[in-house]
């Protein structure tokens, strides 16, 4: 490529170009393309510098740690991509830490993912992977090595001049896992004259983002970049709906959308740290036992009925499957969810609070489905205190959520230790269901944990 194409390209490559040059880069943006013949015109896609969104760049000064925490879909793992891109192409003898919550997801997201390594780099440009040695080989000489955040002690000894850090939200807690894996990572930042580690993240209150976002507050040469999913004007429609319909109203929307790290209530029950310690994907052991809980409405006038799924794995582990809950349901709507629901997961019992009308709350779930195996309930403590005991269930790690539950864990972390609730409307009814649940199957009467015979 040469002449007026290079020319263009150096004008827009410097990504900090001062503000007073900004309107003949717009004017290079509407022209280059014109310029362009086609073998130019299919590597001109892969030019991150013109492309990328401001926020997606590195910025500028000293830094030692550069933190994108950002929404879902706003393209964290392409600036991470890209970044380590541009690192190999400069420096030959860079040796770049990859490191991700497992070395599937780095293989399958920094390295073979839609943005990743191997997809950002032009043909003939592309690096080479060689999964049996978990590492991704450039031509010039530099080379990045996957770890896995399950595996601390493999990032003791290995050095390196960069990394970057993928969802260190989401990386174990178990032991310390998270933070002994960064620690070792940093204390082998020691090659070449100004090592440096990018970390791309959706937000979330677990110690090592705190740790790090505290840094930054004390300017201790760690930066953050902000975004929200919305900053990506390239994102679906499909997807976008989808994200609103699932976090929508919620606090967590906050987070999964706008990158705003979540603050715990003091004296909360229920923190984001600990809901993100009991979070589980993927397959789970075969249930012993299924629930589904029910928190009738106060009054037929629109009030929320909380409706919870919950099962006893076999290896002892209680885990919460399914938020059913619904609002501005009349009696036979919300039963209707109810017995709908307890099919669908083949519930083997239907706990209900009957508090609030025992005869009424049976009467309409029997209505329903005369065949549904209720149990009622009687409250004799107040929701927040009759949570206590199961909250101390999820310290003690016999708790798992599949999946995020947005309504029902914002309403779980607004519970207060001393019987106050704090969270958003005016009754935690998903949190009381979700305490229904857990206390049929791993609580005695006395309110106190129990071993379930299996």
């Avoid at 013109?50 to 000293?62: C, F, I, M, S, V």
């Avoid at 885990?319 to 669908?344: F, H, K, L, Q, Y």
């Amino acid at each position: 490529m040469s002449g007026p194409y290079d020319e263009m390209i150096d004008q827009i490559a410097d990504p900090y170009k001062p503000d007073s040059e900004k309107a003949d880069s717009e004017r290079v943006y509407r022209e280059l393309p014109d310029e362009l013949d086609q073998n130019q015109m299919n590597s001109f896609n892969y030019l991150w510098e013109y492309t990328a969104r401001k926020n997606q760049l590195p910025p500028p000064g000293d830094w030692r740690v550069w933190m994108i925490m950002a929404g879902r879909g706003f393209g964290k793992t392409r600036a991470g991509a890209e970044w380590v891109r541009m690192i190999a192409d400069a420096n030959p003898d860079a040796r770049i830490a990859l490191v991700s919550a497992s070395l599937a997801e780095a293989r399958a997201v920094m390295v073979e993912g839609e943005s990743g390594l191997l997809a950002i780099c032009r043909p003939g440009h592309k690096p080479h992977f060689e999964p049996s040695l978990h590492r991704v080989r450039f031509a010039n000489g530099a080379q990045a090595q996957l770890f896995s955040a399950a595996e601390p002690e493999a990032l003791r000894g290995p050095q390196h001049t960069h990394a970057w850090c993928d969802e260190i939200g989401k990386w174990p807690l178990a032991h310390e896992r998270a933070t002994r894996c960064w620690d070792n990572l940093m204390l082998g930042m020691r090659l070449g004259e100004h090592p440096r580690v990018a970390v791309t993240t959706t937000p979330r209150a677990v110690p090592l983002v705190k740790r790090l976002v505290a840094q930054a507050a004390k300017g201790e040469e760690v930066v953050i970049t902000h975004g929200k999913t919305g900053d990506n004007v390239r994102l679906p429609d499909r997807f976008l709906d989808a994200v609103e319909s699932e976090y929508a109203g919620t606090l967590l929307a906050r987070q999964e959308m706008d990158g705003e790290l979540l603050e715990d209530i003091e004296g909360a029950l229920w923190t984001r740290s600990l809901l993100e310690q009991s979070r589980e994907a993927g397959a789970v052991p075969e249930a012993a036992r299924m629930v589904v809980a029910v928190d009738p409405p106060a009054s037929a006038n629109g009030d929320e009925c909380g409706i919870i799924v919950a099962a006893l794995g076999v290896d002892g582990i209680t885990r919460v499957m399914a938020d059913c809950s619904i609002s501005g349901a009349s009696p036979a709507d919300w039963a209707r969810r109810v017995a709908d629901t307890a099919r669908e997961w083949n519930a083997d019992r239907v706990v209900a609070e009957a508090n609030q009308g025992g005869a009424m709350v049976e009467s309409v779930l029997r209505a329903a489905d005369e065949m549904l195996p209720v149990k009622l309930v009687h409250a004799s403590r107040g929701k927040v205190a009759r949570a206590e005991p199961v909250a101390a269930l999820y310290s003690a790690g016999r708790v798992r959520h599949v999946g995020v539950f947005a309504r029902l864990e914002d309403q779980l972390c607004g519970m207060l230790v001393g019987g106050t609730y704090a969270g958003p409307g005016g009754s935690p009814d998903r949190a009381d269901a979700l305490v229904w649940a857990l206390s049929e199957l791993l609580l005695g009467r006395n309110g106190r944990p129990s071993v379930t015979a299996l």
